[in-house]
């Protein structure tokens, strides 16, 4: 069981940057692959970005160049740094954990509760 605390999220004009994190509980955070997805309203929830176990990452083509994965397995954290953000990127944005993590919402076994991140133009 894993339980998944995100944060960083907020209200920022289009080109500035947020980092947002992800907290874990639990001693075997390094055995999950981890993901970012996000939902906007009245859409569905869309992938974002992953990272293994291994630190090997994937990227939505949406946010490539602009959005980097990064986690720090001594704190149990996974981050995403959001850089260039653009009204687009306006949505909820939440942490999952997989055992076997892609680009599916499906293939991930836990969630977070969700940040809001809101771009203005």
């Known amino acids: 069981q894993v339980q998944l605390v995100e944060s960083g999220g907020g209200l920022v004009q289009a080109g500035d940057s947020l980092r947002l994190s992800c907290a874990a509980s639990?001693?075997?955070?390094?055995?999950?692959?981890m993901g970012w997805f996000r939902q906007a309203p009245g859409k569905e929830r869309e992938f974002v970005a992953r990272?293994?176990?291994?630190?090997?990452?994937y990227y939505a083509d949406s946010v490539k160049g602009r959005f980097t994965i990064s986690r720090d397995n001594a704190k149990n954290t996974v981050y995403l740094q959001m850089n260039s953000l653009k009204p687009e990127d306006t949505a909820v944005y939440y942490c999952?954990?997989?055992?076997?993590?892609?680009?599916?919402?499906?293939?991930?076994?836990?969630w977070g509760q969700g940040t809001q991140v809101t771009v203005s133009s």
């Open positions: 999952a954990a997989a055992y076997i993590g892609t680009t599916s919402v499906a293939s991930y076994n836990y």
């Open positions: 639990g001693r075997t955070f390094r055995t999950y692959a």
């Open positions: 990272i293994s176990r291994n630190g090997s990452t």
